[in-house]
Every structure is written in C-alpha cells, then in structure tokens.
C-alpha cells in the first residue's frame, strides 16, 4: 500500500478553500480509496464533516423525481452511519422538506437533504459523490442543477462548503453526456463553480519499486531491477 492522499495532494487544499471539483481517472486506479481516506482525516480532525456517497446503484435511473429521491436516500443513509453522533435519537426522518405542499422531488431532493444536514453538522461540510457520472440526461441536469442552486445560495441558506464529483469523466465530458440529449443547463450551468479537474495520475517509478519492495519483504519474492522497470 501507499498513502493514498499522496497521488492527489490538490484535495486537501481545495477541501480547505471550500471549491467544488471533480476528480477522474480510469477504474481500479485509487480514487475510491484516496477520497475515504480524506473523509477519515477530515472526520478525525474535528473541524469539518466529510462524507463519502457513491451513486453506483441509479445507474440506469431516467426519471429524475425517483433518482433525487434515491440521492436522498443514500445521503441520509451515509450520514447516519459514517457521522452516528450527529443521529443520537432518530433515524434522520426529522429532516424535513423545506417547500412545503409544493415539493417537487426532481427538482429540490438533493439541494434540500444537503442543506439540512449542513444546519445539523453545523460546521464546513464536504461530499464525495463517487461514480457521479453514472448519471445521464435530465437525471444528470436535475443534480447538477440542484448543486448550482445550493451553491449560489450558500451564504443564505446552510450547504456544503465543498463538493466533488468523482468518477471516470472530467468536465467536459459530463457537458458531452447532456448535449446528445437537447437538454440545456441554461445560462447559469453548475459547472460554471466547478473550479477544477483533478486527474488521478499513475504510479511513478519509485512508487512501483516501494510496492514491489514492501511484497519482497512480505513474502521474500525478488524482484529484478529490470523487471520492476518493465
């Protein structure tokens, strides 16, 4: 193993300047595990909550209403398990609806359950939304959309100080995603706060000889010079 943290030294500082991001790289390469590392640091250090949601399971999602609720879902369903103090009586039920009798799930079920856990957590709050480009179409405007409004309204209303979208796309691929499909993102597009696109870069030389150094100190294996070059 290697420090995760150490193939994406940007995250720290973004976190602490409060900007949203996304982070990409092919499957299998660490991101997963470099973000839960970040949530147990930050989580550690008291100042700040993190919380690490992988959307994975809506997939196949095309309605936008059903998808904001999934998204909610799992939102609550992380906070009380990675964050239990914060939950000390109750199941997170208490988190109201905030629109009143004109609630529309596809349009604020996210922008809601991020706001209120961030007046519950009362401190700088982070989210990890892993595999966020599993999502496609009007399901991907809706959040999109739902985070832009959060953002633009943050001094206002309680939301998190610092989002990332983590997965295999960057920017401009969550853009080409929408396009085929006629949907705008109109005037005022979320990817307007996105301030940065991280790439998760591949192991360096030496990094490739600590691993194969650690398992040769493990299990007494020898590994050529040579070979660890190849």
Same mark, same amino acid.
């Given at each position: ?73 799992? %939102? ?14 109750? #199941? *997170?039920? =208490? /988190?109201? $609806? ?66 990332? %979208? ?14 085929? #499909? *006629?949907? =705008? /993102?109109? $005037? ?43």
């Amino acid at each position: 193993m290697l420090p995760a943290l150490d193939r994406l030294p940007q995250l720290r500082r973004l976190v602490e300047d409060r900007e949203y991001f996304v982070v990409h790289a092919p499957r299998q390469t660490g991101k997963t595990t470099a973000l839960q590392a970040l949530v147990r640091e930050i989580n550690a250090g008291g100042d700040a909550v993190a919380l690490y949601c992988t959307l994975e399971t809506l997939q196949d999602a095309t309605d936008p209403a059903a998808a904001m609720e999934g998204i909610r879902s799992l %939102l609550l369903y992380n906070a009380r398990n990675t964050l239990p103090s914060f939950f000390p009586e109750e #199941d *997170g039920s =208490s /988190l109201v $609806r905030e629109d009143g009798p004109t609630y529309d799930p596809g349009t604020v079920a996210v922008r809601e359950t991020l706001a209120s856990l961030s007046r519950r957590f009362g401190k700088p709050f982070v989210v990890f939304f892993d595999e966020a480009d599993c999502l496609f179409g009007r399901v991907l405007v809706s959040f999109l959309r739902q985070l832009r409004d959060g953002y633009v309204s943050r001094r206002e209303v309680p939301f998190p100080a610092s989002i990332a %979208l983590v997965g295999m796309l960057d920017v401009r691929d969550y853009k080409a995603q929408i396009r085929p #499909d *006629g949907e =705008s /993102l109109g $005037r005022i597009s979320p990817f307007n706060i996105i301030t940065e696109d991280l790439l998760l870069r591949n192991f360096t030389p030496e990094e490739v000889a600590s691993l194969y150094a650690q398992h040769t100190e493990a299990t007494g294996q020898v590994f050529e010079p040579d070979a660890v070059a190849a």
